[in-house]
């Protein structure tokens, strides 16, 4: 097992297997790390609000933090009408950054390193973002796909290219997250493999990149999740303030 | 040393492609559908609680919090702003009070100097006046003096003389022819004696 740098995003069920007619929907690894993240995310933000002092404490100041740096994030990509959809948006950087960091904690499941939860995340995005756009403008949401100042005779041009990109950023979005998550964790997976096979003589090399590549990956880890709130803002942005 | 590093990094990366294809020989968990749907099923369940919680319970309480802690800052700022002002005025009212009692003071005192002057001219004068009448008395008394003297002195002359004349020769001289004398004497010569 440990061997494969890909059985660490194996997904196996804990406990018995929960059938609901023919979907399976058993509690699983990815399951328990998901509830972690979500109960951690819970915990410091009830922790942080509940006493309400003129000079924060630590826990409260990290909650404010966070509480400022998304609504600062929201306002300035996507404008004050986006404020409705500041809750979610909280969530959803708070999440992916939960699920990336606990998947930097030896041993445990990476929640973001599965396309399946990134696409399920992203689509609803995306999906979201087009009811948000049609309910505000009506079709003429589809002016987004007619950049203003184009020549007629690329018109027509334009307009697929402008459809494939929109189409595509629900892919692109979800394996943007998933593949850093994945290639990261596979990279110190296999640079952990090479001290192991290296021993005691040449091990000491990979062993400095392996260090330094978790430093790195804790970025990504903060960096992904930010990226993934910050386009869901600019989608956002798009289907409210309609520029073109 | 250029040759050395390309087919160095050649070799790395033909030792990292065979190194991923060992890991896609078990192929990648991530494409195994067993358990997509338990995964779809628990993001929407732990992601919808926690957004749920989230947006009901926290974040109105943090953003709360917030406005809270900067509407009493802004309070706080407000008042002292206004106590500043408060006791600029009071400053002010002082100030006021001090420059204006200054003036008074000086009113008062330069009232009083003038007082005093003028007390001290109506008492010169009144001295002036007595100093002046008492001049004149004690003159007058002088030209009285001075204008009796002449007779007196003539008198005494012409007593003297006889009672000289009465012992030198022993008969009775007649006042009139000396008094004649003296008299002649007396105009002849008072310049002399009376400085006049």
């Known amino acids: 097992m440990a061997a494969n740098p890909m059985s660490q995003f194996d997904v196996y069920r804990i406990g018995p297997e929960i059938k609901v007619g023919a979907f399976d929907i058993s509690f699983t690894n990815a399951s328990l790390f998901m509830i972690l993240s979500t109960v951690s995310i819970l915990l410091i933000f009830n922790l942080g609000s509940k006493k309400n002092s003129i000079l924060p404490n630590k826990i409260q100041l990290l909650a404010e933090l966070s509480y400022t740096f998304v609504s600062k994030m929201i306002s300035d990509t996507a404008g004050s009408k986006a404020k409705p959809y500041f809750a979610f948006i909280f969530s959803l950087f708070m999440f992916v950054l939960f699920c990336n960091m606990f998947g930097m904690i030896p041993y445990t499941f990476t929640v973001t390193s599965h396309i399946i939860v990134t696409f399920v995340l992203a689509a609803f995005i995306f999906i979201g973002v087009t009811v948000i756009g049609f309910i505000k403008h009506g079709f003429g949401y589809l002016k987004l796909f007619v950049p203003s100042g184009v020549p007629a005779v690329l018109l027509p041009l334009i307009v697929v290219i402008e459809i494939i990109s929109y189409l595509s950023r629900p892919i692109s979005l979800s394996v943007r997250l998933f593949a850093n998550m994945m290639a990261g964790h596979t990279m110190m997976k296999v640079f952990g493999g090479f001290v192991i096979s290296l021993g005691i003589v040449g091990g000491w090399l990979p062993l400095s990149f392996s260090v330094a590549l978790t430093g790195l990956e804790i970025l990504v880890a903060f960096l992904q999740a930010y990226v993934f709130a910050i386009l869901t803002c600019i989608y956002l942005n798009d289907a409210l303030n309609l520029h073109h | ?196």
Do not use: C, H
Not at chain 2, 60 to 89: M, T
Not at chain 2, 165 to 183: F, H, P, R, T
């Open chain 2, 1 to 196: 040393m250029v040759k050395k590093i390309y087919f160095q990094s050649i070799f790395f990366s033909l030792f990292f492609i065979k190194e991923a294809f060992a890991a896609e020989s078990g192929g990648m968990p991530q494409l195994n559908p067993e358990f997509w749907i338990s995964q779809i099923f628990w993001l929407i369940l732990t992601f919808g609680i926690m957004y749920l919680v989230l947006s009901k319970l926290i974040l109105p309480k943090i953003s709360n919090n917030l406005e809270s802690r900067k509407s009493q800052i802004l309070e706080n700022i407000e008042a002292a702003e206004k106590q500043r002002e408060d006791s600029d005025a009071k400053l002010k009212e002082y100030d006021e009070i001090i420059s204006k009692s200054k003036l008074e003071a000086n009113s008062i005192f330069n009232q009083a100097r003038e007082k005093a002057l003028k007390d001290i001219g109506a008492k010169r004068e009144v001295l002036d006046k007595q100093i002046d009448n008492e001049i004149a008395e004690a003159e007058k008394e002088i030209n009285a003096l001075r204008k009796n003297a002449p007779d007196k002195i003539n008198k005494i002359a012409i007593d003297t003389s006889s009672e000289l004349l009465q012992k030198l020769i022993g008969a009775e001289v007649n006042n009139s022819s000396i008094s004649a004398i003296v008299d002649d004497l007396s105009k002849r010569n008072g310049d002399k004696y009376y400085g006049n």
